[in-house]
């Protein structure tokens, strides 16, 4: 569901907005001047803004400027009730991408949203799949939504600035190469070699030839491949120990063994995923303890896409408009029975699998919107996962991850039985309890039901996620909620 700001000084005008993008499926978010229009796009996640031009303090003409010096590039429509050429001119120079003059059909409006927010997807898929043909790929790439895979982005463009080896945790399937190529990018190193070698997929002797050379194969080995630029090795935990004591005396040596049975020194920048925990190896031996403190010097943690279920929409948003490109076909998203489903499957194959399954809806589909029976297995699955948590119940609680191994079970066992709570409705002394301390214990008790994930929990209540955010600041939890997934 997309969320849009309505930024409008007159309260008649937002309340009409509200419930013309409440009844097309939009998630209304309303703000009744620029600055405040401004602070919301900063803090949430808005795909479409329809913008006042006329508001005392600060006119929408400065907060769609001011929109674009911020680096804010989602679909404008501006309405007004004092239409004059030059103005329209202006917006539009600005990146408006309608023109409204009030009082405005409300047809006409959600048509202009429809068609701006299906042209932004498109704009974005085709940037995204542009870079990846380049060897580009940004930061600004990746769909990430959810605060989880923000802090990771937010750690990715630290790890950008410096020269530092990089560590990504994750589990396959959650963006590790991508991540590995935007930092690439982000790095003083951008086009120079990005060189990537995945350790577990290649036996031993080959692996040693391409990553180190030989003198009888004469070919360029993978750091001298990478020369200047990035050497992107995944699964390192795969990695032999006689290969191991290789790259640590690579690391020593700071030099390079050439095919010209030479030396040289080298200057790539190391960067290494792994999907087991590397501390863990290395207690089992099974990893040198002296390497793991050479790659351990900026941990990057990817989430699996199970605890980051607010990404998931926009993800098959993003895959659905590279698919049906692709495939010459006019899909125009997912029904909202199909986003829950989605967001109920504990995805363990991650981004990967999820953009599988679109791409095999989207074959499945006739034109129009992705049902779950595009989606049999994630049904059949869900199906068969509602029986076996009834047999887990015994087992106990989950527990938040910090590393991969201790991220959430793809099985989550119920909670235990709880002894039955008091009446909710009485206060202690026996009186009906005031609506809003109801409504706070409510929210109390789904915030706890749902790990804290937003889109669960604003489902569950039944309302949209700016009414929840709202909600959560007027009875002071938001602040338990800084490290919700
Ligand atoms: N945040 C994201 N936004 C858009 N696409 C994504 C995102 N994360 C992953 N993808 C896509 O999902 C697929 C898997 O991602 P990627 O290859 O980076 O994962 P990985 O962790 O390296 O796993 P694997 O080793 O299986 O490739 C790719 O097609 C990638 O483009």
């Known amino acids: 569901m997309a969320n849009i700001l309505v930024i409008d000084d007159d309260p008649i005008q937002c309340r009409l907005s509200e419930e013309m993008l409440k009844a097309h499926g939009y998630e209304p978010i309303i703000a009744q001047s620029g600055a405040e229009g401004l602070a919301i796009l900063e803090s949430q996640n808005i795909q479409a803004v329809i913008l006042d031009l006329v508001m005392p303090e600060m006119d929408g003409m400065t907060v769609l400027s001011e929109m674009r010096e911020q680096g804010f590039t989602m679909p404008v429509i501006v309405q007004t009730a004092h239409p004059d050429i030059e103005n329209i001119v202006s917006a539009i120079r600005l990146g408006a991408t309608d023109f409204f003059s009030k009082p405005i059909s409300q047809e006409r409006l959600v048509i202009s949203l429809q068609n701006a927010l299906k042209r932004f997807d498109l704009e974005n898929c085709l940037r995204t799949e542009t870079h990846r043909h380049k060897g580009a790929l940004s930061f600004k790439d990746m769909a990430a939504i959810s605060p989880a895979m923000q802090k990771s982005i937010t750690h990715g463009e630290k790890a950008a600035a410096t020269q530092i080896p990089v560590l990504i945790e994750g589990e396959a399937g959650t963006g590790r190469d991508m991540m590995a190529r935007a930092i690439h990018h982000h790095a003083k190193r951008s086009g120079k070699p990005f060189i990537a070698l995945n350790c577990s997929t290649i036996d031993t002797d080959e692996l040693d030839e391409m990553l180190f050379g030989s003198l009888e194969s004469g070919k360029k080995n993978a750091f001298e491949q990478a020369q200047g630029g990035t050497l992107y090795l995944d699964e390192i935990g795969a990695l032999s120990l006689e290969l191991q004591g290789k790259l640590l005396a690579l690391f020593t040596e700071k030099k390079l063994s050439t095919s010209a049975d030479d ?223």
């Open 263 to 485: 030396f040289a020194p080298y200057d790539v920048r190391l960067i290494c995923a792994t999907s087991k925990r590397l501390l863990n190896l290395t207690k089992q031996k099974h990893f040198r303890e002296d390497l793991y403190y050479r790659l351990n010097i900026f941990p990057i943690y990817m989430p699996p896409l199970r605890d980051r279920v607010e990404d998931i929409e926009a993800l098959a948003n993003h895959f659905i408009t590279k698919f049906s490109v692709a495939e010459g076909r006019r899909i125009e998203g997912c029904t909202t029975e199909t986003i829950d489903m989605l967001c109920q499957y504990e995805w363990p194959g991650n981004v990967r699998q999820l953009e599988n399954a679109i791409y095999r809806a989207i074959l499945l589909t006739e034109d129009g919107r992705l049902t779950p029976n595009e989606f049999p297995q994630i049904q059949t699955s869900l199906q068969g996962a509602e029986k076996l948590r009834a047999a887990l119940k015994s087992m106990s609680p989950q527990v938040t991850p910090d590393h991969i191994d201790a991220a959430t079970s793809s099985i989550t066992p119920l909670k235990p039985a709880k002894k039955p709570a008091k009446d909710r409705f009485l206060t202690e002394e026996g009186r009906v309890n005031n609506l809003a301390q109801v409504e706070k214990e409510l929210i109390e008790f789904a915030l706890k039901k749902h790990n804290g994930k937003m889109s669960a929990v604003a489902r569950a209540l039944g309302i949209g996620r700016s009414t929840l955010y709202r909600k959560l600041k007027e009875y002071g939890l938001d602040s338990d909620q800084s490290n919700a997934a």
